[in-house]
T-cell receptor, first 113, second 109 residues
Framework: NAGVTQTPKFQVLKTGQSMTLQCAQD?????MYWYRQDPGMGLRLIYY???????DKGEVPNGYNVSRLNKREFSLRLESAAPSQTSVYFC????????????FGPGTRLTVT | GQQVMQIPQYQHVQEGEDFTTYCNSS?????IQWYKQRPGGHPVFLIQ?????EVKKQKRLTFQFGEAKKNSSLHITATQTTDVGTYFC?????????FGTGTRLQVFP
């Protein structure tokens, strides 16, 4: 029972490159989330999927796209990376949307040069 | 939009001293959650408060939800070095969970 897993753990991109961050959970949770964490900014919601088959924008969606591939997997794509997207990205899941605790993955540390 | 602010931003204490962090929302919340993030780690859920004026305890940690459901606090009694980390509140109104900016706690032995 791994909980929430994320790949890769670290990534360095050049400006303009694209990449996909992968997230999977094995807890049969309905809801999944992508956050970014910057120093002094806390956690900011990028996109979320309240249930399989749905996705919605969070607080800072610009420059990102998501796919809820199935109940287990929720990926985050950067189509054309920018230095402003240098951050630590966390995926999280919860049994029910909003009203229950969220379980976080270990994070992906992304640097865009 | 909704904002959730936390104070202080940083707190350094001597081991054995008490610590409190405060969380304030610009809007009324339906519930509030608290998370702890160790240095280099990921946020870990601590507790959820739902009722106005609710107080919950976990060993040396005391969590409180304000009567107006717009503020909350976390108090740690007699801090230990294992308490080091950043404590986040996360408030939920009618839309989604908004995380506060966090309070980083450093404990000196």
């Amino acid at each position: 029972n791994a909980g929430v897993t994320q790949t890769p753990k670290f990534q360095v991109l050049k400006t303009g490159q694209s990449m996909t961050l992968q997230c999977a959970q094995d807890m049969n949770h309905n809801s999944m989330y992508w956050y970014r964490q910057d120093p002094g900014m806390g956690l900011r919601l990028i996109y979320y999927s309240a249930s399989e088959g749905t996705t919605d924008k969070g607080e800072v969606p610009n420059g990102y796209n998501v796919s809820r591939l199935n109940k287990r997997e929720f990926s985050l794509r950067l189509e054309s990376a920018a230095p402003s997207q240098t951050s630590v990205y966390f995926c999280a899941s919860s049994p029910v949307f909003r009203v229950s605790e969220q379980y976080f993955g270990p994070g992906t540390r992304l640097t865009v040069t | 939009g909704q904002q959730v602010m936390q104070i202080p931003q940083y707190q350094h204490v001597q081991e054995g001293e008490d610590f409190t962090t405060y969380c304030n929302s610009s809007t009324t919340l339906s519930n509030i959650q608290w998370y702890k993030q160790r240095p280099g780690g990921h946020p870990v859920f601590l507790i959820q408060l739902v009722k106005s004026g609710e107080v919950k305890k976990q060993k040396r940690l005391t969590f409180q939800f304000g009567e107006a459901k717009k503020n909350s606090s976390l108090h740690i009694t007699a801090t230990q070095t294992t308490d080091v980390g950043t404590y986040f509140c996360a408030g939920d109104n009618t839309d989604k969970l908004i995380f506060g900016t966090g309070t980083r706690l450093q404990v000196f032995p």
